[in-house]
């Protein structure tokens, strides 16, 4: 299994941007489909964004379409969500996830930490 550790979380008001970064360990990382999951308090992980091994492939839940961006640099081994607009109801915490095959589902066979994302009104 890959290991992930994200970073670049914080507080932003609303209508801000925040971009978000997961470093993986190993040598096959572009086999990797990569995603981001979000969980706020109560409520189960759900999905945001996720992108192909080659990146050529992307994929965003409908409440985030046009304001995030998910990429990849397979050289530095690492995925970014760019997170645009910014809206209290974004408030999560916010894992890097991989797994072989890309799925919205939540059973990714490896998971970050979490980093928390808070937007105030």
């Known amino acids: 299994q890959v290991q992930l550790v994200e970073s670049g979380g914080g507080l932003v008001q609303a209508g801000g941007s925040l971009i978000l970064s997961c470093a993986a360990s190993?040598?096959?990382?572009?086999?990797?489909?990569m995603g981001w999951f979000r969980q706020a308090p109560g409520k189960e992980r759900e999905f945001v964004a996720a992108?192909?091994?080659?990146?050529?492939?992307?994929y965003y839940t409908a409440s985030v379409k046009g304001r995030f961006t998910i990429s990849r640099d397979n050289a530095k081994n690492t995925v970014y969500l760019q997170m645009n607009s910014l809206k209290p109801e974004d408030t999560s915490i916010y894992y890097c996830?991989?797994?072989?095959?890309?799925?919205?589902?939540?059973?990714?066979?490896?998971w970050g930490q979490g980093t928390q994302v808070t937007v105030s009104s």
């Open positions: 996830a991989a797994n072989w095959v890309l799925t919205t589902a939540p059973g990714w066979a490896s």
């Open positions: 190993g040598r096959t990382f572009s086999s990797y489909a």
């Open positions: 992108i192909n091994g080659n990146g050529g492939n992307t």
